[in-house]
């Protein structure tokens, strides 16, 4: 049996899951606050990514936000 797979940002990722969006981004090393989240083609804010779980096949994309002028 292959490992659980996500598109994130359209590349197959392997994701060991069940995870939430919050524990997946940490596990990819990104600061939760630190992006925007749509998954599954539905915007997803930040309040909602402990809550919000992925399964196998499910969608992501993750746009870091980046400060400046």
Do not use: Y
């Not at 749509?38 to 930040?46: I, L, S, T």
């Amino acid at each position: 049996m292959s490992a659980p797979q996500l598109t994130v940002n359209g590349q197959q990722v392997e994701a060991l899951l069940p995870a939430s969006i919050e524990e997946f981004l940490l596990a990819q090393k990104l600061r939760p606050r630190s992006v925007v989240v749509e998954h599954n083609g539905e915007a997803v804010a930040p309040s909602e990514f402990a809550g919000r779980q992925l399964r196998d096949g499910d969608h992501l994309e993750i746009v870091s936000i980046v400060a400046g002028g």
